[in-house]
């Protein structure tokens, strides 16, 4: 529903017709999009400071009156497009439902994150427009979303004019926040997908923690030290010295209720995927049993530290940035604790934090050509 409604949010309201919002915003010389992830839905534009009231007018009135506009035949419409989407970016994409493969099985079903944002097509038919309408009076109300404003404006004059646009728009109940507690896999879990492609990929994914946990910074370090770069200790081993994959990565994927760490590596043509994985624990257990160097730490300190100053040159990643820490954190001027938290991280936390997750159960995920 989250994601429906990121479509359904520009099928026109009580008062701008459908397809007005993009024209407004278009012909004041912007642009605008909307996206939806594991956590929350963001709509954001991008247009000259002297259109600022048209922007918020706009906002508002979709928040407050969408729901006079709200028809069968919109849904359908819409149901239509999610379903196409989804066979575009999901179904006819190589390796497209990897990681709807990989969460469903790493997450319970009674786990939010067991389900794919997008939806699966069975649910997506059977969207009703009462349940629609339901969804949008418990979740898009002023108390339940974060508003940012960024860029060339005056502060008082735009505080006024949100309280303008959304002071008069009533409340909602506070939605009940999910608690579906931590997940652990009893075992090991191995799952075999064949898939239209030309090269096997494997994937390997465990429980980790939620985004700015205590772990969280340290997981992040872990990751790149073992593939951010060409002297990541997998890039190096699996590309250079075996030459048996195309590409590996790592990364740890931080939300609200819970965080995934994850490796992916596409072998090279005739490789089984088990020398790929098998290397990938020895380089897993080599990390903890010998530690990292103060180089390798350093140099990986420095490189999601410039890669995060750099994002800031580009105003739309300030707002979206000033916005997560606002959802996640109640505070939006969170920039020095975050680049902080990663300064703090020793050599003995690295290891410590491989230790603590990277050697319980994991989902391995291998996609095969058909």
Do not use: C
């Amino acid at each position: 529903f989250a994601h429906l409604f990121e479509h359904m949010m520009f099928q026109g309201s009580q008062n701008v017709p459908k397809e007005w919002h993009f024209r407004y915003i278009q012909e004041a010389g912007g642009t605008l999009n909307g996206s939806t992830t594991l956590d929350r839905t963001n709509y954001f534009e991008t247009l000259p400071s002297n259109y600022l009231e048209l922007a918020l007018w706009l906002e508002s009135d979709r928040m407050g009156f969408l729901l006079p506009a709200l028809t069968q035949e919109k849904l359908d419409n819409q149901k239509d497009v999610v379903m196409n989407e989804r066979r575009q970016r999901y179904e006819n994409q190589p390796y497209g439902l990897s990681w709807e493969k990989l969460f469903s099985n790493l997450y319970s079903p009674s786990h939010p994150y067991h389900w794919p944002t997008i939806g699966w097509m069975e649910d997506i038919s059977k969207f009703e427009l009462e349940e629609v309408k339901n969804f949008f009076k418990k979740y898009y109300a002023p108390n339940n979303a974060s508003l940012v404003i960024a860029g060339d404006i005056d502060y008082k004059t735009a505080f006024n004019l949100a309280k303008k646009y959304f002071e008069q728009i009533p409340r909602a109940d506070e939605p009940a926040a999910p608690d579906p507690g931590r997940e652990i896999l009893a075992e090991e879990k191995e799952i075999i997908y064949k898939d239209n492609i030309q090269l096997s990929r494997i994937y390997l994914a465990w429980h980790s923690n939620k985004i700015f946990s205590r772990d969280e910074p340290a997981l992040e370090l872990l990751a790149d030290i073992l593939s951010g770069s060409k002297n990541g200790r997998l890039h190096k081993s699996l590309l250079f010295d075996k030459q048996i994959s195309q590409d590996v990565f790592a990364f740890q994927y931080s939300a609200k209720l819970s965080g995934s760490f994850i490796i992916a590596s596409t072998a090279k043509h005739g490789t089984p995927l088990s020398d790929i994985k098998n290397e990938i624990f020895n380089q897993i257990n080599y990390l903890i049993k010998n530690g990292i160097t103060e180089e390798e730490l350093l140099r990986s300190k420095n490189s999601i530290k410039s890669a995060y100053i750099y994002s800031l040159q580009n105003l739309s990643a300030v707002a979206d940035q000033l916005n997560a820490y606002n959802f996640y954190l109640g505070e939006p001027n969170s920039f020095l604790f975050d680049i902080e938290r990663i300064e703090k991280v020793t050599k003995d936390d690295i290891v410590t934090t491989a230790e603590k997750y990277l050697l319980n159960n994991f989902v391995e995920l291998s996609v095969i050509p058909k």
